[in-house]
């Protein structure tokens, strides 16, 4: 798994498999050099969920915040 260079935040695609299927969603998370990290109150890696591809927020918004085509 590809992980950031730089410590920003990133908008990651998360992937969740269970007994009902796969679930997918968007949620900003970082990498703080070991592993992927919510933020605050978020349970987000508790359940095994994965990373499946992401891009720092940087690059999803441009200066007047409109968003980039991911």
Known sequence: ??????LYP???KIEHINDLG?????E???FNGDKW???????TFDD???IINWKY??????????PIKL
């Open 1 to 6: 798994e590809k992980t950031p260079k730089e």
């Open 10 to 12: 990133v908008l990651a």
């Open 22 to 26: 796969k679930s997918l969603w968007y």
């Open 28 to 30: 900003v998370v970082y």
């Open 37 to 43: 990290e919510s933020y605050s109150h978020s349970k």
């Open 48 to 50: 095994g969920e994965k």
């Open 57 to 66: 927020c940087k690059d999803v918004f441009n200066d007047k915040g409109k």
